[in-house]
């Protein structure tokens, strides 16, 4: 009894009531942010984690700490192996995001009651963070994930503590400037940005003599660490490479949207430093502060569309990886949605020449390969590695590896396709790298297996390999795609997938004059009756060319009688009605497509591989 | 107090305890086991330097505990309680190997499972007479094919495991952020007085080190073909020659071989250091000239040359026709005197006709006493460094005799080489541990010109073979450490080339 009356009495106590309260805003936060992060973002969070790497091993360590702002990438790309799975990654994310919310409130910028405010740089964190794009890991450090996160946790913390010191004012700042010294080695933009804090909060209180006295405590502290790291800690870096680690590999230009996020968030710290002295006196009106976080919560789920898309196109990605067909082109129609991609599964499902042209629209580009992106599309790499092509894929997965950096992604990838390719050698450097990887232990070392035993490997691989050219030629896996796959699979890889491919680059191309040269094998595939797309561009090619004639069995009654109600409706495209109806109703056939892309018909660009 | 004292006596006795049962006891009671124990490198039947770091090793068996004796005729043996990576004391080893010279060295494993000690039969290496110049200079970068990250120069000191970067790409300038590549590091006649390198893209150049200066060159010249390529040093002169070479890059769509470059053109020119001149020794369209490297006397420049090209008179075709029959084009052994007074070469000679070999040759170098020429054949092309058919071999200047270094060659590709001074080592990078990272191997190279089997560089873990996602490129020894300073070439890095005098 007097167990349960001392709990009544404590929940009716005034503070017990206040802390109850003040719960509320962080569950709030916590709830928006974790939701957020699981409903929109799922997809991009296992992306993040596999272009990341954390071995479990002395050596990764050692090689984190040579260089400048080594320590913060190590617990970056420690906490971003985590985001494989999903829940988990975004329960540490969240929980990091309070942490630094806590961190900012003990800052002592605002009033207590005004702890709202205390949100809003996590919050435009979260923005930058789940902005990045493809290009998120291009860092030889990577784990920017988490270590911008945990670089603005080491700057709250640090001025948090520095707040609190009990020490003379001049060797408060000295110890300031000492820990802002330490985080510049270990994270460096976020040691320049420690410094300008404290050095803020330094000038605005005290005597002027106090001032000269920290600011140039602060200034020769700065300059100290700067030169310390450069002829001694990191003597093979450049000095910008000291201050700027983390930023200045960025992947992105300044008015990028992560950036701009970040820049939010040093703006609204540095305001809060500014006018503490005046804030932590005054309430500021509740309203102000929800209005202002509901606002950051607007701007992070409005202005996140590029996030949105990339949060789709990883989504296909992971399905194709799965070869879940049907539920990569469930994704097809979202923003974002690759175009490659839905044609690897189209034509997996042998569907390529049936339904291409629902998805394709006459101002769709890079349909059958994405353009390369500095030639570094990991979407090429699925659709190569479909067609069979793969020590073209592996070419692009070793240079994406190259280019951005070692990651889980990279290594398993190219352990995958070194196996395909009998190199098992090879295969086992990634395999056994992979296998120091704690969530990918498992998995590296089943593959570890199947090089160690090469009937393990025909079996699981001699379906596959099936794809491979029958002969070696010399090309490009980086450019020329459409000629590729049609000068493929005329002269070295016969299936149904490149034969698919190479008719579809035809169609692409406008090159309808061609396909009877490609009959015969057309024929010998789809019997009794061509892909749809086929007939529909052999109608158009007898419709456009009368002298052709078609022969008997190729095209449909059906197919040719809607050929001339858009040949007749396109001739009156001119009148608004008649276009919408032609749009209407035929926008999903390849005339349309013909007839309104802006494509230079004849062969592309590489038109090398035919002479070769 | 009193207790303390106490303490402070008892410390050294617990000290000495503590050092005694440290020391490795000999296994005087196991199983002999006849199958030869896996190890990681294959240090088993090899002739090594007797001034080599520690040869550290992998046990690749499985075992509880593990125990390794090394041992020599003269001198006390090392015996070491290990785990499965073996790491021999500095100290320890150089003293058995100086003791040792020409003599064999043996290494025995001791495994203990199931709590008895199994000993695996003895391997035995040679210890040889001549050791091998300290030091090796080689370029760590991806072996990829258009990009690359973090790269550099690097020179090891062959005696110990220390590794210090020439230079890095990590110089970033603002406009060029990591992106520099570096390349085709040359000594003058295995000194370090005179240096260079090539430096791509950015502030691209080639930066030249002479006895304390720095100059960046600007090799570009309207009447080349490129800027300059392979580089050679004249022995004694301010001179080196280099190839210009028109080249373009290509990849298999089957083959294991990946990626091909080809020559479409290729010359040779001679570059005055001094007074920073371009002078053609060939400018040929009919014939690729490549690979220039003198002899150690420096009157003769030998080379490798193409001259059954498939077509060269249509420029519009020329590369076509190249890519359709790069498995025809084929180099020969070429060379051609040099009047070292009047900077003037005679007529060519051919020393190694490709009808004889059925080979490409790349990668020519005369050893320093100018009887062998060492050079790579590989089945076709230039690109020797990826073609799985590329080995090592050797002409006899005096007998005109071709041999394989068949000891040390591998199924993989054998490729770029250099000479110790003394001419008894060769370093070469080679594939064979898993066909794509090139790593450095060395192999003695007898006084009757037989080549031993080769070793793996040694590292102080060995599993960095393993680990490390770069490449060992273009291994060239020296007698003594580089002169330059990482900073000043930092500096020389990221200023204007200087163009050419005409």
Redesign the interface.
Known sequence: MDKQKNKLDAARHPLYEMKWRRAIPSVLFVSVCYLFLMLFRSSYLQMTAKLSLFLNESSFFYSYLQRPGGLLHYFGQFFSQFLLIPWLGAALCVLLLLCLATLVRTMQLFHPKNEQFSYIPPLLLLGSITNMGEMLSVNVNGGYFFSTILGWIFIAALYSLTSRLKLKSIYGECVSAIGAGVLLWAGGVYGVIAFLFLMLRAVLKGDTTDRIYALLVYLISLAVFLFAGYFFLYPHDPLSSIWMAHLKEYPFAIGKLPLIFEWSVIAFLALGVLFSSKLTRVVLPQWLGSGLLVLAFLAVGILSRQGQSENTRCRMIHSAEKEEWEKLLSDASRPGASMPLIAVALAKENKLLDKLFEYVQPTSRNILFETPNEQLSIVNIHVLRSLGLYYYAYHLAYENMVFRAPSIGSFQQLGELSLINNETELAKKYLTTLSHAWLWKKEAESSLQLAEHPELLEKKFSAIRQLQPSYDYLGSPYSGFESMVIYNYAYSQRNVISLQYAVAALLLQKRIQELPNWMQSMQATYNPSLPLHVQQALALRTGLDPTFVLPDGWVDANVNSQLKEFLKLYSSAKDPKAAMNLTKLYKQTYWYYYMFAAVNSGKDENASYDQR | MKSSIKYILWAPVLFFFLLSSCEVKEIKEYAALKDQVKIFPDYTEITLPPNIAPMNFSIEEKGEQFQVKISAPKGDPILLKTSKEVQIPMKKWRTLLSQNVNDTLHIEVFVRREAKWYRYPVLSNFIAPDSIDPYLTYRLI?P???????MGIFQRDLETFDEQ?IL?N?????EY??TQCMNCHSFQNYGTDRFLFHLRTGKGGTVFYDKGTYTKMNMRQDSALSAAVYPAWHPSLDLVAFSTNKTSQ???????Q???VLDTYSDLVLFDVEKKKLIPIFRTDSILETFPTWSPDGKWLYYCAASNLPSYTDKTTHT?EM??N?TEVRYHLMRIPFDQDTHTFGAPDTIVRIHNTKASISFPRVSPDGRYVLFTASAYGTFSIWHKSSDLYVVDLQSKQMSSLKAANSKDVDSYHSWSSNGRWIAFSSRR?????TRTFMTYFNKEGIASKAFLLPQK?PT?N??L?KAFNVPELSREAVKTS?REL?RVAAQEAEPLKK
């Open positions: 991806e990829g094919y258009r990009y690359w990250r973090e970067p890095t990590r110089l970033s300038t603002d952020k990591g290509s990849f298999h769509m089957n083959n294991p990946k990626v091909e076509a890519y359709k790069y541990l898993d066909g794509q990272y873990s960095i393993q680990t996602y990482y930092e």
